[in-house]
T-cell receptor
């Protein structure tokens, strides 16, 4: 059973460019959350997708957008990249409904984004 | 506003010694509480969780945590630390599907 997978593992972009990160959730999970983890910090919640809709959003600008596909996989898009967007971006999946592991988030290994 | 505080940024313990990592949260009700561990360059692995019931919860790798409502705390403990426990540990709370993480405690283990 594959866990949460993210691609790519590393990415280098320049200021002003746009980037797309991808996430496939753990089998049986239908909810995907995205986090930004700056160096030396804890993960910060960006947003969460459920049923292809953004369900909750953290304190991030509109340059950060996302999408969830019918197979529950998700993308995180960041436009007009800034140097401060350099971070590890983590995807987490969870299950809704009556499952016993509802409310538990399982994390992928992340995508390391460097903005030059 | 919800917040999670991990007051210790770095902790160094000798192998075989006991460990306690502190976590305090601020929230109007009792949220769900978690501890995750992150090795360098890796994602987060769930160690244990508290939803309700018994306030002492057992997790993987010999870790346990105790929820104390009166202190709004959820401290992580291990009776005997192994060199492989060196990593960064994050406490998290989740009211209503949104996870809030502390800033982490980096654990070093001396041989």
């Amino acid at each position: 059973d594959a866990g949460v997978t993210q691609s790519p593992t590393h990415l280098i972009k320049t200021r002003g460019q746009q980037v797309t990160l991808r996430c496939s959730p753990k089998s049986g999970h239908d909810t995907v959350s995205w986090y930004q983890q700056a160096l030396g910090q804890g993960p910060q919640f960006i947003f969460q997708y459920y049923e292809e809709e953004e369900r909750q959003r953290g304190n991030f600008p509109d340059r950060f957008s996302g999408h969830q596909f019918p197979n529950y996989s998700s993308e995180l898009n960041v436009n007009a990249l800034l140097l401060g967007d350099s971070a590890l971006y983590l995807c987490a999946s969870s299950a809704s409904g009556g499952r016993s592991d509802k409310n538990i988030q399982y994390f992928g290994a992340g995508t390391r984004l460097s903005v030059l | 506003a919800q917040s999670v505080t991990q007051p210790d940024i770095h902790i160094t313990v000798s192998e075989g010694a006991s460990l306690e990592l502190r976590c305090n949260y601020s929230y109007g009700a009792t949220p769900y509480l978690f501890w995750y561990v992150q090795s360098p360059g890796q994602g987060l692995q769930l160690l244990l969780k508290y939803f309700s019931g018994d306030t002492l919860v057992q997790g993987i790798k010999g870790f346990e945590a105790e929820f104390k409502r009166s202190q709004s705390s959820f401290n992580l403990r291990k009776p005997s630390v192994h060199w492989s426990d060196a990593a960064e540990y994050f406490c998290a709370v989740t009211p209503l599907n949104k996870f809030y993480f502390g800033s982490g405690t980096k654990l070093n283990v001396k041989p």
